[in-house]
């Protein structure tokens, strides 16, 4: 296992358009969050999953934003209707354990750029 | 409201000192702080977990504090390496299994 894998590493989308990002977290984890980095700034919250629960989601996170973790395995982050402000790096993490405090494994981020 | 504040500007040392980065918030009660590197382009890596009721931990070079009165932690590497050179984020989780980030401090060791 080589850890977390984000796909696409980069993505470049026209205003309007539906974006999609996959991430397959390190085998067994059981949780898996998603994060919006931009320049200069912190990984920013977005949601996160135990097994295929969806525990909470950011209220910054408008309605055009949606993620699935079927199965428990992979997740999918999907952006409809993409707009200039939402160019940023996206990062997954995942975590073994459900004890609080256990450190998150990261992956290295889907760039999007919104033109 | 609630804020986690890092030094905003970069920090420059010169190799072989100690750099200490400092993490204060506002408005939490985190159970447990972690300290994560960056480099540029690539996801944060896990450094340091130190808990409510801890003061202090090591790990080879890296120490952090935390003081939850003052609501405030201190990242510390000694023998600062150019190899060190990086974004250092602090991330405090609630209990609630959620990480909040800090803003970020990039350090730069000067060789």
């Known amino acids: 296992d080589t850890g977390v894998s984000q796909n696409p590493r980069h993505k470049i989308t026209k205003r309007g358009q539906n974006v999609t990002f996959r991430c397959d977290p390190i085998s067994e984890h059981n949780r898996l969050y998603w994060y919006r980095q931009t320049l200069g700034q912190g990984p920013e919250f977005l949601t996160y999953?135990?097994?295929?629960?969806?525990?909470?989601k950011s209220r910054l996170l408008s309605d055009r934003f949606s993620a699935e973790r079927p199965k428990g395995s992979f997740s999918t982050l999907e952006i409809q209707r993409t707009e200039q402000g939402d160019s940023a790096m996206y990062l997954c993490?995942?975590?073994?354990?459900?004890?609080?405090?256990?450190?998150?494994?990261f992956g290295q981020g889907t760039r999007l750029t919104v033109v | 409201s609630q804020k986690i504040e890092q030094n905003s500007e970069a920090l420059n040392i010169q190799e072989g000192k100690t750099a200490t980065l400092t993490c204060n918030y506002t408005?939490?009660?985190?159970?447990?702080l972690q300290w994560y590197r960056q480099d540029p382009g690539r996801g944060p890596v896990f450094l340091l977990l130190?808990?409510?009721?801890?003061k202090e931990k090591r790990k080879e070079r890296l120490k952090v504090t935390f003081d939850t009165t003052l609501k405030q932690s201190l990242f510390h590497i000694t023998a600062s390496q150019p190899a060190d050179s990086a974004t250092y984020l602090c991330?405090?989780?609630?209990?609630?299994?959620?990480?909040?980030f800090g803003t970020g401090t990039r350090l730069k060791v000067l060789a």
């Open positions: 991330a405090l989780e609630l209990g609630t299994y959620k990480y909040i």
């Open positions: 130190i808990r409510e009721n801890e």
């Open positions: 993490a995942s975590s073994p354990s459900s004890d609080p405090g256990t450190e998150a494994f």
């Open positions: 408005n939490y009660s985190p159970a447990y």
């Open positions: 999953f135990q097994n295929e629960a969806q525990l909470e």
